[in-house]
């Protein structure tokens, strides 16, 4: 939320998040906690592509499943 004000207060939401949501323009932070618990990619493009390539995976649970 935080993240939110201070970037909407400033009027550049867009360098982190979507500008529309599902079609809707994305303009209060009820849109936003909405859509993200509906599971709506709510960061723009670049912020989405950095967090999946930072994602992070159990790869012990994978590992020990080739294994078996």
Known sequence: MYLW???LRH?????IFKDTLESSPLSTFGQLASAFERGVAVFNYAV??????CKITDDNSEEESAND
């Not at 009027?11 to 360098?15: A, K, T």
Request: net charge negative; aromatic share 0%; glycine share 14%.
């Open 5 to 7: 004000d201070d970037v």
């Open 48 to 53: 989405e592509t950095e967090l999946e390539n």
């Open 11 to 15: 009027g550049r939401q867009g360098i």
